[in-house]
T-cell receptor
Framework: AQKITQTQPGMFVQEKEAVTLDCTYD???????LFWYKQPSSGEMIFLIY??????QNATEGRYSLNFQKARKSANLVISASQLGDSAMYFC????????????FGSGTQLTVLP | GAVVSQHPSWVICKSGTSVKIECRSL??????MFWYRQFPKQSLMLMAT?????????EQGVEKDKFLINHASLTLSTLTVTSAHPEDSSFYIC??????????????FGQGTRLTVV
């Protein structure tokens, strides 16, 4: 079984500053993938970034980077140079490798970017 | 990237009626699709796994006779909320992954359907 814990229900950040959204996970699988999704008020789920458990380097996608610490079972999302459009709900998710199983999501963090 | 289209994006129905929600993978074949339910300010909760050509697998506590899932082709899964009641009002969202999975296979999501039962 997998579990994702996001301990920050809400976060505020000033525009143009960086922000870190926390995510810790628990899994008995040796190989797994970690995802971050953004959900604006419209409801769509927007894929942001992926980290494989055996990837040696932290994933980066534009302004998004993932601070992956496998021993600590954490996969924090870092958003650099925040923009007003980044205000949304952010979900961390995990899926085991080798099957078409569903993602297990955390409870989410509501990020608000202040002008 | 791959696209998953969900329709309708919102629907209002009367209590006791049934509502069908469609989820289509537009440019890839999805042997497996997932249906989630999301209450306001909460996470996505998996309702069921839809398998092409076979019966859906429902999560514990989800009434399979109330939430009918049909995955008749590799590109279409439907969720029918039967005899809807106000407590069924929620945001329903589907997702699909290409091929047989593997952890790196990104899950693509539909736009979601906001159901309101009055």
């Amino acid at each position: 079984a997998q579990k994702i814990t996001q301990t920050q229900p809400g976060m505020f950040v000033q525009e143009k500053e960086a922000v870190t959204l926390d995510c810790t996970y628990d899994t008995s699988d040796q190989s797994y993938g970690l995802f971050w999704y953004k959900q604006p008020s419209s409801g769509e789920m927007i894929f942001l970034i992926y980290q494989g458990s055996y990837d040696e380097q932290n994933a980066t996608e534009g302004r998004y980077s993932l601070n992956f610490q496998k021993a600590r079972k954490s996969a924090n999302l870092v958003i650099s140079a925040s923009q007003l459009g980044d205000s949304a709900m952010y979900f961390c998710a995990i899926v085991p490798s080798g099957s078409a199983r569903q993602l297990t999501f955390g409870s989410g963090t509501q990020l608000t970017v202040l002008p | 990237g791959a696209v998953v289209s969900q329709h309708p994006s919102w629907v209002i129905c009367k209590s006791g009626t049934s509502v069908k929600i469609e989820c289509r993978s537009l440019d890839f074949q999805a042997t497996t699709m997932f249906w989630y339910r999301q209450f306001p300010k909460q996470s996505l909760m998996l309702m069921a796994t839809s398998n092409e050509g076979s019966k859906a697998t429902y999560e514990q506590g989800v009434e399979k006779d109330k939430f009918l899932i049909n995955h008749a082709s590799l590109t279409l899964s439907t969720l029918t909320v039967t005899s809807a009641h106000p407590e069924d009002s929620s945001f329903y969202i589907c997702s699909a992954r290409e091929g047989t999975g593997g952890s790196k296979t990104e899950a693509f999501f539909g736009q979601g359907t906001r159901l309101t039962v009055v």
